[in-house]
Structures are given as structure tokens and as C-alpha cells.
């Protein structure tokens, strides 16, 4: 955990205001001034490019700016800071903090740790830059040695005061910077606009085109990422001709928005088991109306979703079986992809529990060796799935009277392939396709002259061509 105490944040606070304001003096301001906390009348010029570049925060497009008459508010009288757009002056504070930790509250997480997500507008990276070039100006004429990873960005100086506050609103929970695949990860996101300066942006495209390609997933191209990747390409040369140095100050603070609370998903695993014959893996789900009552997914599900308070989940299993079709022996793996647990951590007794309270629930199914497992363990329940192979016991009826030596043949047919077109009992759900499956080997177990058991052992994926009786089951 990363935290740092707020009243040395306040310090370092001060201490970079005290720098900023420095340089500013050394540019246009004088310093009685400066102590008054007041700046000198800005250029007409200035103004009027303040003018132009007025926009209303809340996203009022209809409104058109116009030309400020005499007597009128000026935007360049604006105390906003030019690098962090408010962001550090109206929003990094404990005020602040309670309003983002009485979210977290509201929402009622069992938490042991948090992450806190800053999501900052594109165009500060911008402004980052140019303050960067103009200090970097300002201490080579006085002679000091300073590097740009000296320099604090305004996003972590944002998280190095706001851990701690919340940390202290939300109880103690620690508040860490990066996100950790050992632990349970609940996030909390806040993000920023601004839509006064969203132009500052722009000039880069015509720089660095090859930044900024559209794609069917971006609704703007000027993300955060494409515009760090244009700066790190720009010469200095060609940003200062750009772009101003030190930047203008906005009218505006930034725009709050939403806070976003996410836990990471908790993945459930474990073994089914189906001794119903009109029970489907998943929801029978035809022209919007469920066929049948329930599924083997859903009586799973219900138990898992309620005791971890999830938003919703996503079931996988390794291999599928038809409604009329019965799994035994030691069942069939399957996992359950949990989506924003409000709660995340049980221990074994209490995943027992949740086993038996599924077992409770119903007679059509049983579970086994339920746990809570990786991310990456769910790939594994997928992985050979082609190599794997299942047992089918089917009870045959033949109209024609038969004697063992009849049905012999069977027993001598090994790697018979069979090319498969999907059922269409499926075609709801999955596009029509001819597949090629194995037979691997069959046996068969004389009854009476019209009835006889065959039991095969085939690639995965096969199903059984003629289920009149609809008496098949597997055997994992």
C-alpha cells in the first residue's frame, strides 16, 4: 500500500503552487500582486480566445458563445490551474474523499482492499507537457539539474493525497495504486472532464496521423493513450510552435463524473452431475420463451449469485449434454464466471455450505468439488477438449428378432468416423454444420432377441444418431 499523510500532501501542495506561481512571476505577474492573490487585467487578445473556446460545462452544445460585452465576467480572470484543470485545487480534498467513500458504502462491498482508478481528460497529458518544456526552460537559466521523472504527474499526486482520506473514511480498508492478480480486487473509479479545452488535443493528429486511426470501438480517437504516444514522438521544436508554453488558464474546473464501483469476477468451479431427462444444460430459450421450466446452469447459478451478491454471471462448462440425456459416473467440470461480487472471500467450510445448499435445491442434479479458483484455471477446463473422450451406454430395441452373434460386428469396428450435421434440436442456438466425430470403440451386451445394451466410447462432441427412447447417458 502506497498512502501518503495529508498534511505532508498539503506541503508538497504548496510548495508546487509556490514553484508555479515563481515562474508565472518571472513571466508577467509582479509579486505584491501575486501575495494579494490577484493576476493583472489579461490581453484583449487573451480574452478573446477565452471567448472562443467557452463552452458550458454541463454539455449545453445549443448554447453559442458570444463576444463579452463590457462589464461582463472574464474567463481569463480565472483562478483554474493551466496543467491540472482544477482537478488537484477543487477535488483532491476530504470533502472530496467522503463524497467518492459514501459511494463505496451505498453499495455495501465486503472489502479487504480497494483500488482507486483515476481517469483524467486526454488533453491534461498536453498541458503536462508544455508546463514540463516551460519549467524545464525556467532552471536551465538558473542552472539546476532536473529530470522530467522528477517531476510529479497530477494523477499521482491525486492518488498519493486521496488513498489516504478514503483509507480513513471507508474504516481503514487499504487503498493501493496497482492492481494485484493474488488478491481479490475491488475498484473504484473516478474520472474527469473538460470539455473547454477537449480542442488542446487536435493539433497533434495533423503531427502524428498514425496516433489517431479511428476504429469501430473508439467513439474518440483522442484517447489518452494515442496522445502520450504522439507526445513521446513530437520534437520540442514542433510542439512549442504548436502549442502555448506555459498553457493558457480555462474558464472552467474540470467536470466530476460518475463514481464506479467494480469488483474483479470471482470464478466458481466445480463438478455436475444430471439425473433428469428433461432437464437442459442451459435455458431453452426459442423465439424469446423458455421451453422448459428450469436448467441444469440456472439451479447452479441461483445459489452462487445470492451468497456472493453478483450482478450476474457467465456459466462454461467442458462439453454439453442434451436435454433427455442423463451424466453420471464423476460428472461433468464446469465453471461459473461471477460479475461484480459484492462479495468475494469464503472460506471452505462456508464453499461446502454453498455445495450442499445447491445439492438442497434439487434432485435433478448434484455438485461436487465446488471451490473458488484463478482466472486462469478456467482455461484449463477447456484445454484437450478436443482430445477428450465420453462414454454412452444406450438400451437398443431392434424390430427384428436378433441373437448375439448378430450384433458381434460391433464389438470389431474400431475408429468408425461419423459426419455429423448439427441436430436440429440446436439450431436455435448454434448454425448448421457437419462435424466429423470417432467412434473409438464400442461393446454390447446381449438382452433377449430384441433388446440389447451398447456402450461406446467416442471423441468428444459426438451425439447419439437414434434415441427413440431417449435412454442415453453419459459417463464422465
Known amino acids: 500500500m502506497c498512502t501518503q499523510d495529508p498534511e505532508q500532501a498539503a506541503i508538497s501542495t504548496k510548495e508546487l503552487c509556490a514553484f508555479i506561481s515563481d515562474s508565472e512571476n518571472n513571466e508577467s505577474q509582479d509579486a505584491a500582486v501575486l501575495e494579494q492573490h490577484t493576476e493583472d487585467p489579461p490581453s484583449k487578445k487573451i480574452k478573446m480566445d477565452a471567448v472562443e473556446t467557452d463552452v458550458q460545462s454541463k454539455g449545453d452544445s445549443d448554447v453559442v458563445p458570444t463576444v463579452m460585452e463590457e462589464g461582463?465576467?472574464?474567463?481569463?480572470?480565472?483562478?483554474?490551474?493551466?496543467?491540472?484543470?482544477?482537478v488537484l485545487q477543487e477535488f483532491c480534498d476530504e470533502a472530496y474523499a467522503i463524497k467518492i467513500s459514501d459511494v463505496v458504502k451505498a453499495k455495501n462491498y465486503?472489502?479487504?482492499?480497494?483500488?482507486?482508478?483515476?481517469?483524467?481528460?486526454?488533453?491534461?497529458?498536453?498541458?503536462?507537457?508544455?508546463c514540463w518544456l516551460h519549467v524545464k526552460k525556467e532552471v536551465r537559466e538558473k542552472s539546476i539539474c532536473l529530470d522530467k521523472d522528477d517531476v510529479i504527474q497530477v494523477k499521482e499526486a491525486?492518488?498519493?493525497?486521496?488513498?489516504?482520506?478514503m483509507s480513513?473514511?471507508?474504516?481503514?480498508?487499504?487503498?493501493?495504486?496497482k492492481i494485484s492478480r493474488q488478491t481479490e480486487q475491488f475498484e473504484v473509479g473516478v474520472g474527469f472532464t473538460h470539455p473547454e479545452t477537449d480542442s488542446d488535443c487536435h493539433f497533434l493528429a495533423g503531427i502524428c496521423s498514425d496516433c489517431f486511426r479511428p476504429t469501430k470501438n473508439?467513439?474518440?480517437?483522442?484517447?489518452?493513450?494515442?496522445v502520450v504516444k504522439a507526445l513521446e514522438k513530437v520534437s520540442e521544436e514542433k510542439f512549442l510552435k504548436m502549442f502555448t508554453c506555459p498553457p493558457t488558464r480555462p474558464a472552467r474546473k474540470c467536470i466530476a463524473q460518475e463514481v464506479q464501483c467494480l469488483h474483479v469476477s470471482v470464478f466458481v468451479a466445480g463438478r455436475y452431475n444430471k439425473f433428469s431427462r428433461t432437464l437442459p444444460q442451459t435455458p431453452w430459450v426459442i423465439d424469446g420463451e423458455e421451453r422448459v421450466e428450469s436448467s441444469v446452469e440456472e439451479l447452479i447459478a441461483a445459489p452462487l449469485l445470492s451468497?456472493?451478491?453478483?450482478?450476474?454471471?457467465?456459466?462454461?462448462?467442458?462439453?454439453?449434454?442434451d436435454v433427455d440425456v442423463r451424466t453420471l459416473g464423476n460428472g461433468r467440470p464446469f465453471a461459473l464466471d461471477l460479475l461484480n461480487p459484492h462479495r468475494a472471500r469464503f472460506n471452505k467450510a462456508e464453499v461446502r455450505q454453498l455445495q450442499e445448499t445447491i445439492n438442497q435445491s434439487s434432485d435433478k442434479i448434484r455438485v461436487r468439488d465446488l471451490q473458488i479458483v484463478s482466472r486462469d484455471a478456467m482455461g484449463h477446463m477447456k484445454e484437450g477438449e478436443e482430445d477428450k473422450t465420453k462414454s454412452y451406454t444406450a438400451l437398443i430395441w431392434t424390430q427384428k428378432a436378433i441373437d448375439k452373434d448378430d450384433i458381434t460386428f460391433l464389438e470389431e469396428t474400431k475408429e468408425f468416423k461419423l459426419a455429423q450435421k448439427m441436430p436440429l434440436r440446436v439450431l436455435h442456438r448454434r448454425p448448421l454444420a457437419v462435424r466429423e466425430r470417432v467412434i473409438h470403440t464400442m461393446s454390447t451386451c446381449f438382452l433377449d432377441t430384441h433388446h440389447f445394451h451398447l456402450n461406446l466410447r467416442t471423441q468428444a462432441g459426438t451425439y447419439p444418431l437414434y434415441r427413440e427412447k431417449q435412454n442415453s447417458e453419459i459417463h464422465e
Open 72 to 86: 461582463d465576467a472574464k474567463p481569463a480572470d480565472s483562478d483554474v490551474c493551466a496543467v491540472c484543470l482544477g
Open 110 to 130: 465486503l472489502l479487504d482492499t480497494m483500488v482507486l482508478s483515476v481517469s483524467l481528460p486526454a488533453q491534461l497529458s498536453v498541458r503536462e507537457h508544455s
Open 158 to 165: 491525486f492518488k498519493w493525497t486521496m488513498q489516504g482520506l
Open 168 to 177: 480513513k473514511e471507508l474504516g481503514g480498508v487499504p487503498v493501493v495504486t
Open 218 to 226: 473508439k467513439q474518440n480517437v483522442f484517447t489518452k493513450m494515442a
Open 307 to 321: 451468497s456472493f451478491r453478483a450482478e450476474g454471471f457467465n456459466f462454461s462448462s467442458s462439453g454439453r449434454e
